[in-house]
Nanobody
Framework: QVQLVESGGGLVQAGGSLRLSCAAS????????MGWFRQAPGKEREFVAR????????LYSNSVKGRFTISKDNGKNTVYLQMNSLKPEDTAVYYC????????????WGQGTQVTVSS
């Protein structure tokens, strides 16, 4: 089992910045990569970014590329999402997730943290 806890959400004006954190605990040795997803009211959950624990390979959704940066601290078992130039359409509940290998779906999820961007 892997437990994930997100933090850092809040209210910010358009153009502002916010930094999300995701702390992992439990059987973290089984985790291959960590991802960030988001879900806005009335919309499907969408992929935001991903990073692998071992080599730090990153992947971003086109909608956030150039504005968001995913990073990690292996010693703290923590993944971060730095969000800059925020837009109202970034408003959503942000979730972090863990996957055990490249071929499997994300199998552990955090509870989510609300990000609201005002215009």
């Amino acid at each position: 089992q892997v437990q994930l806890v997100e933090s850092g959400g809040g209210l910010v004006q358009a153009g502002g910045s916010l930094r999300l954190s995701c702390a992992a605990s439990g059987r973290t040795f089984s985790s291959y990569a960590m991802g960030w997803f988001r879900q806005a009211p009335g919309k499907e959950r969408e992929f935001v970014a991903r990073i692998t624990w071992s080599n730090g390979i990153t992947l971003y959704s086109n909608s956030v590329k150039g504005r968001f940066t995913i990073s990690k601290d292996n010693g703290k078992n923590t993944v971060y999402l730095q969000m800059n130039s925020l837009k109202p359409e970034d408003t959503a509940v942000y979730y972090c997730a863990s996957k055990s290998n490249p071929a499997v779906n994300y199998d552990y999820w955090g509870q989510g943290t609300q990000v609201t961007v005002s215009s």
